[in-house]
């Protein structure tokens, strides 16, 4: 029998443990010894043994992999340029009022729109991103830009709201023709989530040590 991730999962190795992400159930999952063993066994394209069989069966009772004669490819996160640089240390171009405005309502109705959402559902929201080779570079109007969104954070509160916040930036940006990348990443010991917004390998939220720490287990 041949096994492939689940549709809605997602899955990274994160400080060395497999963690899953299964946007259908809105939870994160990490895996136990025998669940590890099993979940390397699919990786590399090996039917399970009984010293997985066990691994396995849990694997299809938290719906993280299901059976299939044509297993699709077990592929790890899209790949992503890793982040070396975040904009926040730039001093851009000043932007008007009308723009910082338009950032403003933009954030509230994201917030306001997502208020009730599941992570799935807030994620539906962010449309793909550019191809590298038609992404538009990263220059002082991007600059401008995401500092306008940046100060609107003095009246939308973007604590514990990094998801929400990710998705308006992104939104915002769009409008300009800019299509950069939502990262949702973890880290283990102790287990935490991160979203962040990047734009090749230009972090356009926090600062690059916010992101480092953590392993992209979802990029869109």
Request: one cysteine or more; a neutral charge.
């Amino acid at each position: 029998m041949a096994y492939q991730i689940a549709d809605d999962v997602h899955w990274c190795k994160a400080n060395g443990r497999y963690v899953f992400l299964d946007l259908s159930a809105d939870e994160y999952l990490a895996l136990d010894h025998s669940g590890e063993i099993a979940f390397a066994a699919i990786m590399n394209g090996n039917l399970p043994d009984d010293a997985s069989g066990s691994g396995i069966q849990r694997l299809l009772d938290d719906g993280l992999i299901e059976p299939s004669d044509q297993p699709k490819p077990t592929s790890a996160p899209a790949e992503l340029s890793p982040p070396s640089f975040a904009i926040s240390i730039v001093r851009g171009p000043k932007s008007g009022l009308q723009i910082i405005l338009q950032a403003l309502v933009c954030h509230l109705a994201t917030v306001w729109k997502l208020r009730r959402a599941t992570l799935g559902q807030a994620i539906a929201l962010v449309p793909p991103s550019a191809p590298a080779q038609h992404a538009l570079p990263a220059d002082e109007i991007l600059c401008s830009r995401v500092s306008a969104f940046a100060a609107t954070s003095r009246l939308v509160s973007t604590q514990d709201q990094c998801v929400r916040s990710s998705i308006a930036l992104i939104r915002f940006l769009n409008r300009f023709g800019y299509r950069p990348h939502l990262v949702i990443g973890v880290r283990m010991h102790p287990f935490r989530a991160h979203a962040w917004v990047q734009h090749g390998a230009v972090v356009l939220t926090g600062g690059l040590d916010d992101v480092l720490a953590f392993t992209p287990i979802l990029v869109r």
